[in-house]
């Protein structure tokens, strides 16, 4: 797959326009945006982090009613002019020195009226509006989203060539994470949980267990800012058949998920759905042990499905839902289409089951555990 072309210009000239929109809905003097996922959301991809981990980085946007600035320390300044194409993007740059690196922020800021997408300054909160405005992808950040499925799909495909009973969860994860960086994509979520360990933790974070038999891989890939999931299971030797039964009801409570995401849906009728797909399984209770997913940008989710969930379903979205029964795990990211929703994270090297839902125009195929020899 080719890696899509971004038309940096109309991009960043859109996004200004939304945030320009915000200011005046809400009588504000200044905007400010913090978040890593808000700057490349904003930027066209860039990277305003230098610890991976981090939730606000050390570049910071600020816009008011005649400016937009670009605002960060004269150790960022570097790169971001150097690489950042600043030059078809419309942030006038302020800098300010590393022993001081709000210092310009905090002057342009002084005296106004402040929203943000992070608590700062006495700001009013706007994080719930911005995380809705990065999950409503453009045609251009779809056809990007997909080529990062692409990516998150065919890492975990490879990954698992090299994988083998005796090795530690430590090592696991860093066959993932090499993979991952081979096709610049940035591993931020990398866990990987075996044998008993599936059992009993829904986020296993890598540990020095090794594996016997069974591994679950989970994945969340960002690129160009935006982020991508995918989980898949890995069992050597012959699967026991209550496993296998866990496994494909699983996929089956994922198709149900995925049927339900269409156009005109709240979340919270999506994940009333997966509820009852849950309980017609035999496994009532067990949606409760783990967030369901929901909808996928700039974040691994931007925002969750719960019971209350009011948010619309939209074409154009993406969704990553993962549902899990004790043992087992499903998730996947799609892109909402008008007439059907596609599949971005297919693994043509898994067996999939192909499960065909009431009401819903195309089979959905469920990845289920791949079968290795010993």
């Not at 719930?128 to 990062?148: F, H, P, Q, V, W």
């Not at 995401?261 to 399984?281: E, F």
């Amino acid at each position: 797959m080719i890696e899509p072309v971004i038309d940096i210009r109309a991009e960043t000239s859109e996004r200004k326009q939304h945030l320009n929109t915000l200011l005046e809905k809400y009588q504000a003097d200044c905007l400010i945006l913090r978040r890593v996922s808000s700057f490349a959301w904003a930027t066209a991809g860039l990277s305003s982090f230098v610890n991976t981990a981090a939730t606000e980085g050390a570049a910071s946007l600020a816009v008011t009613h005649d400016g937009a600035f670009l605002v960060t320390n004269n150790i960022e300044a570097v790169r971001l002019q150097a690489e950042g194409n600043l030059g078809q993007q419309p942030w006038e740059m302020i800098i300010s020195p590393w022993y001081n690196p709000l210092e310009g922020l905090m002057k342009l800021i002084s005296g106004k009226r402040l929203i943000a997408d992070v608590p700062f300054a006495g700001s009013q909160d706007i994080s719930g509006e911005i995380s809705r405005l990065r999950a409503n992808l453009s045609a251009a950040e779809g056809k990007r989203m997909r080529y990062l499925g692409h990516l998150c799909a065919e890492i975990l495909s490879t990954a698992v060539l090299s994988i083998h009973p005796g090795m530690s969860e430590y090592e696991l994860a860093a066959i993932v994470g090499a993979e991952a960086q081979k096709r610049a994509v940035q591993p931020i979520v990398n866990l990987v949980g075996c044998d008993e360990r599936i059992y009993k933790f829904r986020h296993p974070l890598p540990t020095e267990k090794k594996m016997q038999r069974y591994a679950l891989l989970v994945l969340s890939g960002r690129w160009r800012g935006l982020v991508c999931s995918i989980s898949r299971l890995v069992h050597f030797g012959e699967i026991p058949a209550g496993l296998r039964e866990v496994i494909a009801n699983t996929a089956w409570v994922n198709a149900q998920l995925i049927a339900a995401t269409r156009p005109g849906k709240t979340l919270g009728q999506i994940l009333a759905q997966g509820q009852s797909a849950y309980s017609a399984y035999g496994y009532p209770g067990e949606w409760q042990q783990h967030h369901q997913g929901g909808a996928v940008g700039y974040e691994p989710r931007e925002y969750l499905a719960t019971p209350s969930s009011t948010d619309l379903v939209t074409a154009g979205q993406a969704y990553a839902w993962n549902p899990t029964i004790a043992g087992a795990k499903m998730e996947d990211t799609i892109l909402i289409g008008e007439e059907g929703n596609e599949i971005l994270t297919q693994t043509p090297d898994w067996p999939v089951e192909w499960i065909e839902v009431p009401g819903y125009p195309q089979a959905i195929p469920c990845a289920l555990a791949l079968q290795l020899d010993e």
